[in-house]
């Protein structure tokens, strides 16, 4: 019984300063709405920011480095497919690429944009064979 009362008190006690600090929260943010404002929406902003640096930047980086490449083909440059065929280029026109394949010199028309990377060794002379 005691005990009862004794937390009965103390939960009564507990309520009204918890009133109390409500009231005062609540009137500071009345007060200062900007505060408000700018916690509400910092954590947002900094997400954003984050984002826009892991993410967006280096992707940005990565499609004006690919675009670059892809302009300037040339005939005669060694190159690899997304499909992972290895080829010379022998002509290009518009969006198409041709390319000289396998012992044979199959030729293979692919789009311009499948090529993945242009690899550091070129052919200058017809006389040399990379297959």
Do not use: H
Not at 15 to 20: K, L, P, Y
């Amino acid at each position: 019984m005691i005990l009862e009362k004794l937390f009965g008190i103390t939960s009564a006690l507990a309520e009204e300063a918890g009133a109390a600090g409500a009231a005062a929260a609540g009137e500071e943010a009345a007060a200062n709405p900007i505060a408000a404002l700018l916690t509400t929406f910092l954590p947002m902003v900094l997400i954003f920011v984050v984002f826009y640096f892991m993410l967006i930047r280096p992707q940005r980086k990565k499609d004006k480095q690919v675009k670059e490449m892809l302009n300037n083909l040339k005939a005669g440059d060694r190159v690899c497919t997304i499909g992972g065929i290895y080829g010379t280029i022998v002509s290009i026109k518009d969006d198409t690429v041709t390319l000289s394949v396998g012992r044979d010199n199959l030729s293979m028309v692919v789009a311009r944009w499948g090529i993945r990377s242009v690899e550091e060794i070129t052919i200058e002379n017809d006389a040399e064979a990379l297959n």
